[in-house]
């Protein structure tokens, strides 16, 4: 596929997907979301991908909404007429993966300047690792917006009184890699000239797995965060007795007992 504002490869089970405006800091354009909707579509109805890995060009990952798009009366850009769909009454997602109705796990490499929107793919995505670069804030109450969705999901990855004051501190303070490892925000802190190459080797590292047991998986976890302990459990094993009529089911014990690679199938 060929895109204007990001870069699409997919390779063996791997969709990489790139923000790539590096002259506006990855700044989050119209048309670069447009764009990026048709790739996480295309991702996820691809039967060849297994796993997607958001990253981005230059010195930043991603810096937020292009102010300089933003039109004077403050409202979100939308290609239909103002709240005449159902997305423009959802919490505006922007660059965000469409985490709520996808099954497809995300790895993200924030690759420099991670802010605003941008800290995003961290809170929706699966797994999110970080050059040793990387910084993180949010800029929203700087320029006289409220910080809103974006804190709102960071406040329930890191300590409440740390999210407040990355909210409250805007563009004034960043906090690191290092620091964000420690707070349990990323998972992992690797040198800048190797972060791709350690995000295809993690990805390489779920795709060894069952593909449909991952995404089993992840929508266990991802659907039932909110529930009480009980009804979670109950939840997810929906997705355990799903799985288990697939041939993949069938495959993974039998590898096992004939002490062999298996042969995954996404079936």
């Not at 965000?96 to 924030?110: D, G, H, Q, Y």
């Amino acid at each position: 596929m060929s895109f204007d504002d990001i870069l699409y490869e997919v390779d063996g089970h791997k969709a990489t997907i790139t923000l790539n405006r590096p002259s506006a800091l990855n700044a989050l354009s119209p048309a670069m979301i447009a764009e990026l909707r048709t790739a996480y579509d295309e991702a996820e109805n691809d039967d060849n991908v297994w796993i997607l890995i958001v990253t981005g060009t230059g010195r930043a990952f991603c810096t937020g909404a292009d102010v300089g798009e933003i039109p004077e009366d403050g409202r979100v850009i939308y290609e239909r007429p103002y709240l005449s769909t159902y997305d423009q009454w959802e919490a505006p997602q922007e660059g965000t993966p469409p985490f709520r109705r996808m099954a497809k796990p995300v790895l993200t490499a924030i690759n420099g300047l991670c802010c605003g929107a941008g800290l995003d793919w961290i809170t929706t995505g699966d797994i999110a690792i970080a050059s040793d670069k990387a910084t993180f804030f949010d800029p929203h109450v700087s320029i006289g917006l409220v910080a809103g969705r974006e804190m709102v999901r960071l406040a329930r990855v890191l300590p409440r009184n740390i999210a407040l004051r990355m909210a409250l501190m805007g563009k004034h303070e960043r906090m690191s890699a290092d620091r964000a490892y420690e707070l349990g925000m990323i998972s992992e802190v690797v040198e800048h000239d190797r972060l791709l190459e350690r995000a295809h080797e993690i990805a390489d590292v779920v795709n060894s797995n069952a593909p449909l047991a991952v995404r089993g998986t992840r929508l266990a976890i991802h659907k039932t965060l909110d529930l009480p302990l009980h009804e979670a459990e109950i939840l997810a094993e929906t997705f355990r007795e799903r799985v288990v009529r697939t041939d993949d089911a069938d495959e993974g014990p039998k590898a096992f007992m004939e002490k062999r690679a298996p042969n995954w199938k996404c079936r």
